[in-house]
């Protein structure tokens, strides 16, 4: 395990994938593994890509790639894939496209299958994004699957969400999705060179205004990820927004809200694997009958298991 | 509190309806109030009303709390309305169709918002739908939003889970939504006025037919609200259903599972009060600033937090 870590830091393509595997199968030394990690982490900027599905999210992040590459930096990428709750079954796809960067040292890019979280942001893909940051990649980019929750999750891991947008897509309900506007930080309105970009983000800037006023203005990028437009200037705003959450107090806020949560979801991790252990050494066949005839109850049964476990 | 219980369990309508939402609530009372109610349930059947919106699903329910009262039963039901989880805002709106028998008191009708839980049924709908039982009404209706992961929890809840279909709505998308076909005990296909409805019925059956054998063959059941048919049809197989329940083993394979997934529930919120308790005494800003800088982990902050609670 030293020896991995060691490879892994040094920057081991594939020491950092075996890492990342243990850590994901939640197996016994992944708490070793992030105990390590840790305290090297909190250098990369971390990039959520989140938009609809079809919005051209994996063409967009292949540009980025390549842009962050031609300054020489080296580029982590998670794509969570969409993974059904009832067949675990992860959906490879568009993942392909972004292969043209796969046998690239300094380009990393894993799938993760969003499995046994419907909201598709997992504790597993936030330790892959620590991981990466230990090892040494200057950016990790984390796509999204777009939809629902794992939208809104994002906020959790990512230093800057970028909202991918595309004209005719029934715009309206793409923006106007529960929350999505608040969190994010840079609007990009992908396949630019298509009829309806400039309404799009015409809208985009109505819907701002009426959020009110806040410090950081996300700006508004049109880009056409086929003609390789804009792609510049997205870069640019996220070194802004970067400098920016290093400076203000926002950014401070923000990284502490991150830190609670994280804290808030190991406590919720180990908590629940012990009230597991402890439900499944006290369930019989019995106490399923005495509930099921009602003599007894489960709010009571529950106070009893967790009595038993607290000081 | 005491007074408040008997005369919910004595019938009142407005004691139960405040019961409900002190336990909607989730006041400190409401464990008390759910351990005094609990051995007083098991009684009723309780039916899940699911199918995607514009089903008809309110016009249905509507048809068969008429049916039920006609028999002289006592109708509890309970309308999930859809809410956002940013603004807790439930928008009410077809629950107005119910209010033919808002007034009566064998027929309580109370929407509950789904704030805080994405899938809609939420342990506020299940403890609603136990206090109903609790308090003498011989069958609950709970009427899911039919969006998304309602449709499939709500067999958590519910002994009979009757889906509504109608023609023309993109049926094969209707019934192919992952986990639906499985879950239902009943399909109704509903607007059967309407051209295509025997179509959907023959799919649905040839659906049923890949799902291989089980000893409950799910009927299919067409009919018209508007018109009122078919309703009687639907009554008796949810008559015949609650049989096989009472008597097959899959019936008791059922009630334990959904008791397991109750006390598993309920430890869940126990878990989520104990991490916010024992985080929120610990957390200061020098300690967040210290995990901001690396300087401290929150894995090992974790295992700290956990170690002074536990036995």
């Not at 993942?95 to 380009?107: E, G, I, K, P, T």
């Not at 799009?200 to 990820?225: C, F, I, N, T, Y």
């Not at 019989?284 to 049964?301: H, N």
């Amino acid at each position: 395990m030293e020896k991995l870590l060691a490879r892994a830091l040094a920057g081991d393509t594939r020491a950092i994938g075996r890492l990342i595997s243990l850590v994901e199968a939640d197996t016994p030394s992944s708490k070793e593994i992030m105990k390590a990690i840790y305290p090297k982490t909190g250098k990369a900027q971390v990039i959520g890509i989140t938009g609809s599905p079809g919005a051209g999210k994996s063409t967009f992040v292949n540009r980025l790639i390549a842009r962050f590459k031609a300054e020489g930096k080296k580029v982590g990428v998670i794509a969570i894939d969409p993974s059904s709750p009832f067949t675990g079954g992860a959906i490879l796809g568009d993942r392909l496209r972004m292969q043209d960067h796969a046998v690239d040292s300094d380009v990393f890019i894993r799938s993760m299958g969003s499995r046994g979280n419907l909201g598709g942001v997992s504790r597993g893909t936030h330790e892959g994004a620590l991981i990466l940051d230990a090892c040494g990649f200057d950016v990790v980019i984390i796509e999204t699957v777009g939809v629902g929750q794992s939208e809104v999750d994002i906020v959790k891991i990512a230093d800057t969400v970028c909202l991918i947008l595309t004209p005719g897509m029934g715009d309206d309900v793409q923006i106007m999705k529960a929350g999505i506007m608040e969190i994010a930080d840079i609007f990009v309105v992908n396949k630019a060179d298509r009829e309806g970009a400039d309404k799009v983000a015409a809208d985009v800037q109505v819907m701002l205004k009426m959020l009110g006023e806040r410090e950081w203005v996300p700006p508004v990028a049109l880009v056409s990820s086929n003609k390789n437009t804009g792609v510049d200037e997205v870069r640019e705003i996220i070194r802004k927004h970067g400098d920016y959450l290093n400076s203000s107090e926002e950014g401070r806020r923000r990284r502490w809200s991150q830190l609670q949560m994280e804290v808030e979801a190991i406590l919720r991790g180990e908590i629940s694997l012990l009230v597991e252990r402890s439900w499944s050494a006290r369930r019989s066949d019995e106490l399923m009958e005495m509930l099921s005839q009602r003599k007894a109850d489960p709010y009571t049964l529950a106070g009893d298991i967790i009595k038993t476990l607290l000081k």
